[in-house]
């Protein structure tokens, strides 16, 4: 790939891999370089995919990376993050100008700063990565396990802390809390609880492989925030996101929904009584018709049981009057 002025992602993917040349010296690198890499709405991937032979590994450097409102970037590799060697063969995506959000901690604490919209998987080039993005000395990676602050009792969490739901239980939180970003490790329910309020200050969620965040019907489900921050949601196979009974304005009215699923496997639920308004939704990087969405089981004008179930609603209201004078 020649240096590139500008390139664009819209729910494609970038694929970096490649040989060395042939007269090359053993021991090189193998890389290319975008002066600003834009990221579309909707699923885009940069993915690390050879291991050259006789070289010492593989990089693409951007100068920027820039995202937009509704586009998640996955990033993965066999070997991200890891130094260049013979043998180790490392894979970096070097940036210099990107989003940071969070309190800016040192390398290896739980309060490093995540980078919008972009979640990573540090060791397979293959399946879809479900971990917050961050940066270190080897350039863009997934924020390792070890560094969330991690359990199932959130108290202690301060609103730097990135957190990790490793165990299911009710409750999270026993007062209102705020958080810098919040993952829900694979097969667990989490309920926030009753009347309590978790706010996550730089918007990033990720919902692992069957997950569940706010359980049907549970009076301990509780209110999740994004305060003054767009939400990104990652939600993983076969996972739910509730909006409960009751529950009034969970998104602000001036906020779009943007919603991404490959593989039909994923839902928002939306529980009786709720008419949550938006300003646009998106699915899967489309822009949808103004009206009401909801599953088969509810008066919405466009039906969809893939992406929506309960008896709730969301509605995009008609664009506001214009008046021209002349």
Request: net charge negative; charged share 15%; glycine share 12%.
């Amino acid at each position: 790939m020649p240096d590139s002025g500008r390139s664009n992602l819209s729910g494609g993917e970038l694929s970096q891999g490649g040989q060395p040349l042939k007269d090359a010296a053993v021991g090189g690198l193998v890389g290319d370089f975008i002066h600003t890499a834009v990221i579309e709405p909707g699923r885009s991937y940069i993915s690390f995919t050879g291991k050259p032979t006789g070289a010492n590994g593989t990089y693409l450097s951007l100068d920027t990376l820039q995202t937009t409102p509704g586009s998640i970037l996955c990033v993965r590799g066999d070997n991200l993050a890891l130094a260049f060697d013979p043998v180790i063969k490392g894979q970096q995506l070097i940036v210099t100008n990107y989003t940071s959000v969070g309190g800016g901690g040192a390398e290896g604490t739980t309060t490093m700063s995540v980078i919008s919209r972009v979640f990573c998987n540090n060791t397979s080039d293959t399946h879809a990565p479900y971990t917050m993005a961050t940066y270190s000395t080897n350039g863009l990676r997934g924020l390792k396990t070890s560094k969330y602050l991690a359990g199932g009792n959130l108290d202690a969490a301060t609103a730097n802390d990135n957190v990790s739901i490793t165990t299911g239980v009710t409750p999270l939180i026993t007062s209102d809390k705020t958080i810098n970003s919040l993952q829900v490790y694979q097969y667990k329910t989490a309920n926030i609880g009753s009347g309590r309020t978790l706010t996550i200050q730089s918007g990033q969620l990720v919902m692992q492989h069957k997950t569940t965040l706010g359980a049907v019907n549970n009076s301990n489900a509780g209110t999740l925030n994004f305060g003054e921050t767009e939400g990104d949601i990652h939600v993983g196979g076969l996972s739910k996101l509730t909006i409960k009974e009751n529950v009034a304005d969970a998104i602000d009215n001036s906020y779009s929904l943007y919603i991404k699923d490959d593989y039909n496997t994923s839902q928002i639920v939306l529980e009786t009584g709720i008419n949550e308004e938006v300003e646009n939704l998106y699915i899967n990087g489309v822009a949808q018709e103004r009206g009401t969405y909801g599953s088969t089981t509810s008066a919405a004008t466009y039906q969809n049981d893939n992406i929506f179930s309960g008896d709730g609603i969301i509605t995009v209201p008609p664009p506001g009057t214009v008046l021209i004078v002349q």
